[in-house]
């Protein structure tokens, strides 16, 4: 499990730490780590770090003060250092006499020519976007050389992802500690690059947002024993489709089929697409253990909504389903209940602006699932599942951007239905699905077709079970 954290929970844990340890010790460790990482990047590069010209955008506070001591670890390696400060009067001290003992030194302004540039302006503390002064070096980094972001990229949130104006965009981010959630979150996460975590030493409680890996994912997935039989493993219903839409029947189906249940019962218009396609499809009302309702519904059939809502089971909905949620009826149920929406819907659901949403997804997702009291996966560029309760905040790392396409939330709908008739909780359904048809997606790479991604999910299932 790969776990983030606050900046409020950060600063706890660093400020016990330090209260520990001699004066200084903390930031020597992350200046190591960095600097390690730098080293490690030109070397594959250019294959030495001797002579590599390296420029440090040097921030105020104690980022600047990592960025500093390890370019001070690189110039003793050889390497030709420049710091071109943000506020030439606010450097760290300490980290500036390093530097220039190593054979570094200070400059007003970036030279035109480097081979890494490593960004030390703001650390996990800045919000509301860069100052002009940070923003004028950002904009000067030269065109196609690598930027190493200290801690997190300038300009990100680091609580959020949100990012407010003008940001460093990094090939690699090495932070310090433990990851913190606008690493993982977009659009924060499109700026960070590949992750580099460096052990510092902190003892840290439970983690505001987490990210399954594969044996996550396979120790939650429900497999069939001996005994097993269609029943036992769970029977998903699908109610979907219409006259006008019915390939979401189609697709939803397809998704179910492949998500471990051992029955799929389809109820709904488009019964004789779905039988084309799928002849295991069981068809009409019966008894099952989750129901998918939404896609392709098409208007007007609220009602049917909320006649499975009104069940003591397990309920998915999605798409068309999500018009006119009452949140008291939802608040109410006992049974698990899991919420689809893209950012559209979301928004609606809030009653506030799309791009609200999806600028703030974190706090967005969490807003949905305590006004509704239901586990929330929202869909999008990084799909987040969260439950009412407080619980961590799930983020999906896989996927990929050609599954921005017509039918692939219909597949997933059906996906995680599946899990949930196979015994899993809302959250875990809805993450084990996202992530599953993630690796789906990578499998098929693009363009895709939403068919190819259920195709792909019995491959994607062994994948995370037998890694």
């Not at 969260?386 to 996906?415: E, K, Q």
Request: aromatic share 2%; charged share 20%; net charge neutral.
């Amino acid at each position: 499990m790969r776990t983030a954290y606050s900046v409020e929970t950060v600063r706890a844990a660093e400020r016990e730490l330090m209260a520990r340890l001699p004066e200084g010790a903390l930031m020597q460790r992350a200046a190591a780590g960095l600097a390690a990482v730098c080293a490690g990047l030109l070397r594959r590069r250019r294959g030495r770090v001797y002579g590599a010209r390296v420029v440090l955008l040097v921030g105020p506070g104690d980022n600047g003060g990592d960025a500093l001591y390890a370019g001070a670890r690189l110039a003793r390696r050889g390497a030709a250092v420049t710091a071109v400060p943000m506020d030439p009067e606010r450097m760290h001290a300490g980290g500036l006499a390093a530097l220039r003992a190593a054979g570094g030194r200070a400059a007003g302004t970036l030279p035109q020519r480097a081979d890494l540039v490593v960004d030390g302006l703001l650390g996990i503390g800045g919000r509301g976007g860069l100052r002009p002064a940070a923003a004028a070096l950002v904009e000067r980094i030269p065109p196609g050389v690598p930027v190493v972001a200290v801690d997190l990229p300038s300009g990100v949130d680091a609580d959020t992802g949100e990012v407010a104006g003008p940001a460093v965009t990094a090939e690699v981010t090495v932070t310090f500690g433990a990851y913190k959630p606008g690493l993982l979150i977009d659009p924060g996460a499109s700026r960070a690059g590949a992750l580099r975590l460096v052990d510092i030493g902190l003892e840290l409680p439970e983690p505001e947002v987490e990210a399954l890996q594969h044996a996550d994912v396979a120790g939650l997935l429900p497999e069939p024993t001996a005994s097993s039989d269609k029943y036992r493993r769970g029977v998903v219903g699908i109610v979907a489709g219409s006259a006008q839409y019915p390939g979401a029947a189609v697709l939803a189906v397809a998704g179910a089929l492949r998500g471990g249940a051992g029955a799929v019962r389809y109820v709904g218009p488009a019964a004789d697409s779905v039988l084309a396609r799928h002849p295991e499809t069981l068809i009409g009302p019966g008894r099952v253990q989750a129901w998918v309702i939404g896609p392709g519904l098409g208007e007007g059939r609220a009602g049917e909504v909320a006649d499975l809502l009104a069940q003591d089971t397990a309920v998915l909905v999605d798409a068309d389903g999500l018009r006119g949620l009452d949140p008291a009826v939802l608040r109410a149920r006992t049974a698990p209940t899991l919420l689809t929406p893209h950012a559209g819907e979301a928004a609606a659901l809030l009653g506030v602006s799309r791009e609200s949403v999806e600028a703030g997804r974190l706090a967005a997702v969490r807003r949905l699932a305590e006004r509704y009291g239901a586990a929330v996966l929202l869909k999008g560029s990084t799909t987040l599942v969260a439950s009412a309760g407080g619980r961590p905040v799930r983020v999906n790392p896989t996927g990929t951007p050609w599954l921005a396409t017509a039918g692939s939330g219909d597949v997933l709908s059906g996906l995680a239905g599946s899990l949930l008739a196979g015994g899993l909780s809302g959250a875990d359904a809805g993450a084990v699905g996202a992530y599953l048809h993630g690796l789906a997606a990578r499998r098929t790479g693009g363009p895709l077709l939403a068919q190819q991604v259920a195709e792909a999910l019995p491959a994607a299932w062994r994948d995370a079970t037998h890694p």
